[in-house]
């Protein structure tokens, strides 16, 4: 077994565990009344399906760093021996799914020393540099490697060497093991799951993960889209934020124009994670509510007329949308890297069930948005605040927001932008905000909103938007919402007053729309260029903002999260 050396000292591991610093989000309890009711026969599947969630764990560990599975048995060894220090480790390494994550203050965390997060992650060579993997690509389409090329660059492969090349092997090839044991244990779910929807999804799934077919995967993803009255949930989710070097390609003009040439996309490796809940009937009778109204929104999107997107104004909207109590959320998911996902719309562009009449579905985290700390919260406000605005603040409205902001991602240009290189994921979350908030006066008059409501989520939206600390440009999510204060300040959507916000209500969905008409246009041009610079234009920390960050980090003393699953690990062991 391989020796480490751990990175953080004592003093530091004692304060990132400490209650103050470490932020718990509680998935579903082993007494749950949520599980409690469920048929016995969706108890049984449930259990299937949780360990079925932790296989891919594992997978998506080894395509997140090279040496996480070593790292991890080698703190196990430790804190057999007694070693507080690998026990503290193995808090933070359990909370981030991995040796190297970012914090809440957008500080890197490496847990062992020399090992560092690379931009191919663990799904390219660790010796491999952006300049070498270029020439290695140009070479190979010049020789006329393009089928070569293309398993190299789909999302679904691990790219090794080969001699003086490189070669892409399907995920299902190379963790073929795993993936036949997660197989098992849905097939196994199917048995006894009640619900014959779900059932038929869940066969489809075990098969996709038997053999490297991306169409199988289609197919299950298609099925998975169109669930809506189903007891349970169980999702793979294959998103790929996470992978910096296949982007790098969009900054290379001669490749990108000889992958043009070939027919061949440069699309990003897919990190995989684990949900497994159980449906909440009334929170997503809730959800609902906005459905009716979403071919409308896609044609009043900026250009409507110049692409195709995934709600057609003139058919039934194909978006399912569910609110999930959460049992467990595991590998990318689940990881707490300075933030965890609230919800997510899946299928993404880049996914072949898109092509083949496959719809899109939300899936919305209820124990990830619970707040725990009302009293928190009103210092929050209290600080960085006008109080007069105070009314307006309502914790549900950033819920509203996200169902706003989940839905914009199924309007807009139905084609995934991979030209836009690493700007590509900054540019669709920019746009899933700003499609959110430039609907909700349209919304408002349809009736899916009352005055005050719409005064609600226009206020927390800009309250929240504010961040304890600058980001990196790899954090997509982060980055949007600095680019988004500053796109606000510079036309008057807010301004700073006595050391607080204040929001200028009605001037905020004006700009909102401003501002997704610019990003719409981006995403319609594909132009790596334009998309660079509107980035680093509106990507700027101002004086404000830091201003608000101080007061937030003064109340906010959280560093790094985690999830506890009571329940999950009950049935873990059944």
Known sequence: MREFEF????????????????????????????????????KDALKHLVKAAYILERINMQIDCHHNLEFKEFLEKEISKG??????????????????????MSNKINLAKGITELPGKGVYPEDLSKEEFHTILTKMINEGKTEEVKKILTQRSVVERNGDELAGIDYIDKFKEDFAKMADEIDKAAETSTNSDFNEYLRLQAKALREADPMLDAYADKKWATLQDTPLE?????????????????????LSELLEQNGIKATPKDFLGGRAGIVNKKGTEALMAIKKYLPTLAQNMP?????????????DAKQTMVDVD????????GAYRGGITLAENLPNDDKLSLTIGGGRRNVYHRQIRFISDMKKLQERLDAI???????????????????????????GP??????LGKYRNIIEENKADMGSLAFVDLLTELGMYTEEQRKQIIVTTIADNFLKSKPTLSQAHRVRTVMQNK????????????????????????IAKEMLSEIVRIQIEGDFDKAEKYVLDNFIWTDNMELIAQKLQKINKTLNGRTESELAEKLLNE
């Open 303 to 315: 250009f409507a007329d110049e692409y195709e997107q995934n709600i057609n104004p003139n058919q």
């Open 83 to 104: 070693s507080k220090q690998a026990e503290l480790t193995k808090i933070l390494f359990d909370a981030q799914k991995g040796m190297n994550a970012i914090d809440t």
């Open 414 to 419: 139905k084609k995934a932008c991979e030209t």
């Open 7 to 42: 990175n953080l000292p004592m003093e530091e591991l004692e304060k990132r565990t400490n209650k103050d610093y470490l932020m718990t989000k509680k998935m579903l309890k082993a007494d749950a009344p949520e599980y409690a009711e469920l048929a016995q026969g969706d």
């Open 385 to 411: 605040l006008d109080k007069d605005q105070h009314k307006y603040y309502l914790d549900e409205a950033d819920h509203w927001f996200t169902i706003g902001h989940e839905n914009a991602h199924s309007l």
């Open 234 to 254: 169980f999702t793979i989710t294959r998103e790929n934020y996470e992978d910096e070097m296949t982007g790098t390609i969009a900054e290379n003009k001669e």
């Open 326 to 333: 959460l049992v467990a959320v595991t590998g990318d998911v």
């Open 487 to 510: 796109y606000f300040a510079e036309r008057g959507a807010y301004e700073i007053i006595d050391e607080k916000i204040h929001v200028n209500i009605d001037k905020v969905v004006p």
